[in-house]
């Protein structure tokens, strides 16, 4: 199955909070891990509405800081779309306050797969892609 084309949209947009510091007062890694593991969900579900669970998360790779008060925006692209899973890359990108210009932060791959109310792998080709 060949995965539908990028969104011109991002998957997630997000302002960076106080409650999500770390000691050095920026935001902690692990907040960027979760938003980037909700992004290659969202982007999972453009493949095919399932549920889906990530079994591997790899390639994270923390740029610039992100600070109190950057609006994130998190692109979401599906690389490989398996029998039951998907490969997503995700992008992150900060608005600094008072900035016109975005700056990469950090970027990730996940990958999902989709199962059904028991935790079985289902296809993701289904009626839906067909």
Same mark, same amino acid.
């Given at each position: @199955?060949?995965?539908?084309?990028?969104?011109?949209? $991002?998957?997630? !947009?997000?302002?960076? @909070?106080?409650?999500?510091?770390? $000691?050095?007062?920026?935001?902690?890694?692990?907040?960027? @891990?979760?938003?980037?593991?909700?992004?290659?969900?969202?982007?999972?579900?453009?493949?095919?509405?399932?549920?889906?669970?990530?079994?591997? @998360?790899?390639?994270?790779?923390?740029?610039? $800081?992100?600070?109190?008060?950057?609006?994130?925006?998190?692109?979401?692209?599906?690389? !490989?779309?398996?029998?039951?899973?998907?490969?997503?890359?995700?992008?992150?990108?900060?608005?600094? !306050?008072?900035?016109?210009?975005?700056?990469?932060?950090?970027?990730?791959?996940?990958?999902?797969?989709?199962?059904?109310?028991?935790?079985?792998?289902?296809?993701?080709?289904?009626?839906?892609?067909?």
């Amino acid at each position: @199955m060949d995965p539908k084309p990028p969104s011109d949209i $991002p998957a997630i !947009r997000v302002v960076m @909070m106080p409650r999500d510091t770390n $000691p050095q007062g920026t935001i902690f890694g692990g907040v960027l @891990m979760s938003l980037i593991d909700q992004a290659a969900f969202i982007e999972s579900m453009r493949q095919a509405p399932h549920r889906y669970v990530t079994v591997s @998360m790899e390639t994270i790779e923390f740029k610039q $800081p992100v600070l109190v008060g950057d609006v994130l925006s998190l692109w979401a692209h599906t690389e !490989r779309v398996g029998r039951t899973s998907v490969r997503v890359r995700v992008d992150v990108r900060a608005s600094r !306050r008072g900035s016109t210009s975005e700056i990469d932060v950090t970027s990730g791959v996940a990958t999902l797969v989709a199962v059904d109310a028991n935790g079985t792998p289902v296809p993701v080709a289904s009626e839906w892609t067909a």
